[in-house]
């Protein structure tokens, strides 16, 4: 994502530009924070990432898209 315009890496995940959470790398384990400024979650963002356990939203984050948290077997809580 270095140099690059359109991607970007925030907390060690794939965005679009600053706002838009398009992947979490399925090697991520325990509680993840999604920054603040985050206003979508893509759909299949989290997509396999199956250790997990939790995720914290950020206030004003307006849409979390269809699967976007798709076999993720180990989530226990999703926090706004």
Not at 57 to 60: A, F, I, K, R, T
């Given at each position: 994502a270095s140099g690059n315009a359109t991607y970007r890496?925030?907390?060690g995940m794939l965005y679009r530009g600053s706002s838009v959470l398009v992947r979490c790398p399925p090697?991520?384990?325990g509680a993840v924070s999604v920054p603040s400024g985050t206003?979508?979650?893509e759909s299949c963002a989290f997509a396999g990432c199956s250790r997990v356990t939790s995720v914290s939203?950020?206030?004003?984050l307006k849409?979390?898209?269809w699967d976007a948290f798709w076999n993720c077997s180990?989530?226990?809580s999703l926090s706004l």
């Open positions: 890496i925030r907390n090697a991520k384990s206003e979508t979650v939203l950020p206030e004003g849409t979390v898209e180990a989530l226990a």
